[in-house]
């Protein structure tokens, strides 16, 4: 590993600790991060981290990423998908976006360091993103949005949108484009927020679109474009969002391990009993082969490996499965108090669900990983 990766994960771990794991309760209760932590966010440089180094980010690879939302979520697991939520539009933008587009909307300046949010899914359009339902017509040197979006992370908070439509009804998959749509754009309507089992501090809306104007310069690449940018997108994020998973399943372990040492019955701790040492062992098992499929499919997306999202598509659902099964033996281990509201781990196992959900469910991973290895 480099020394940039070290002293990232180094100050995030720092970072998380202080700043997020007192808090993380707050956020859940209240369901709703503190706009307070987002500046903070911006402040540490955590949103602008993957822009290049010329144009006020830090430029770091993708293990970096993965290494600084992994410590995020192991404290707060709704920051770090509120923070996941902003670099899956960013890096939209950045993969399919112009040097204008850039400068304009993504790299921070002066006057602005926006935070971003990405909008694909609809109500008939979720696994199956060719299902997408919103058109967008040319006029006027630009296109009139219309339609309806749901589960948008960041929804009410972002600054910018990035909103894939239909510009081509004859072609579900080559007829999809994308759009940046500021949040003051007229006719853009954020909706109800959704009320969540986890990952509750997150903001999960609805976007409504009636008549949006988006001028032809904020059409991300061409017409038509929209799946493969999807999926250039999601080649890098996905690894991201099993880091996600990854810290949720790491600060569960954590808490059970600490709790196991110190909790007495018949007159020893209860990590001394078997039947404990052999829970906490298959959790570490899964831990540790999350931890090495997450930075190994984020070296293979580096290295630029032409099956680089097979693998990708393992550590999503290796580290999600492993996020789910973790934080249920967590409260298992801490027996009653585990499923009280006053210790972590019942949050964290409502928080590592949606890991198996979303940005493709582990049903359509395993879809993608069988058709690499059927081709082969
Ligand atoms: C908290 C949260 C945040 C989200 N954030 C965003 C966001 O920021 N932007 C965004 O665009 N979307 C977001 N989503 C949406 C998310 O990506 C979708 O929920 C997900 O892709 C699944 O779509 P769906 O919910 O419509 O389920 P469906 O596609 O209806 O699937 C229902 C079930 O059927 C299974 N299934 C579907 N097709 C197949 C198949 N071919 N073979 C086998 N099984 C199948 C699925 O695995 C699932 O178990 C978010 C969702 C949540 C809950």
New binding site residues.
């Given amino acids: 590993m480099n020394s940039i990766f070290d002293d990232f994960k180094l100050a995030t771990k720092r970072f998380a600790k202080e700043q997020l794991s007192e808090i993380a309760k707050e956020f859940d209760e209240n369901e709703a991060i503190d706009p307070s932590i987002i500046e903070k966010l911006k402040e540490q440089g955590y949103t602008s981290m993957m822009y290049p180094a010329e144009n006020g980010g830090a430029e770091v690879d993708l293990d970096t990423v993965c290494a600084v939302v992994e410590e995020i979520a192991k404290y707060c697991a709704s920051t770090a998908?509120t923070l996941v939520?902003h670099l899956?539009?960013s890096v939209a933008c950045l993969v399919g976006g112009n040097h204008e587009q850039k400068e304009r909307f993504v790299y921070p300046n002066g006057r602005k360091n926006n935070l971003f949010?990405?909008?694909?899914?609809?109500?008939?359009?979720?696994?199956?993103?060719t299902s997408i339902r919103t058109t967008a017509h040319k006029k006027d040197g630009g296109y009139v949005l219309n339609g309806s979006?749901?589960?948008?992370?960041?929804?009410g908070l972002a600054d910018v949108y990035v909103i894939?439509a239909r510009t081509d009804q004859t072609d579900r998959k080559g007829g999809l484009s994308a759009f940046i749509v500021p949040k003051e754009t007229e006719g853009l309507h954020v909706g109800k927020k959704?009320k969540?089992m986890?990952?509750r501090g997150?903001y999960?809306t609805d976007l409504y679109l009636e008549n949006a104007w988006i001028p032809e310069e904020q059409l991300i690449g061409m017409e038509g474009d929209g799946f493969s940018i999807i999926e250039k997108t999601m080649d890098r994020t996905r690894v991201v969002v099993a880091a996600h998973a990854l810290g949720i399943a790491s600060g569960a372990l954590e808490f059970a391990v600490i709790y196991a040492s110190e909790r007495k019955q018949f007159g020893r701790t209860i990590g001394e009993f078997q039947g404990l040492q052999f829970m906490i062992a298959d959790m570490s098992i899964k831990e540790e082969t999350a931890r090495r499929m997450v930075y190994y499919a984020a070296e293979q997306v580096i290295n630029k490996n032409k099956i680089a999202s097979y693998y990708s598509s393992i550590a999503k659902t290796v580290a999600s499965d492993a996020a789910m099964e973790i934080t249920t033996d967590a409260v298992q281990v801490l027996g009653g108090a585990g499923y009280i509201r006053d210790y972590p781990v019942e949050r964290m196992m409502r928080d590592a669900k949606?890991t198996q959900?979303?940005?493709?469910?582990?049903?359509?991973q395993?879809?993608i990983i069988a058709k690499y290895k059927l081709k082969k």
């Avoid at 979006?149 to 929804?155: M, R």
């Fill in positions: 998908i939520g899956t539009g949010a990405v909008s694909i899914s609809e109500p008939g359009a979720g696994s199956d993103v979006k749901c589960f948008v992370t960041n929804g894939f959704e969540k986890g990952l997150s999960t949606v959900i979303f940005e493709g469910t582990n049903q359509i395993r879809m």
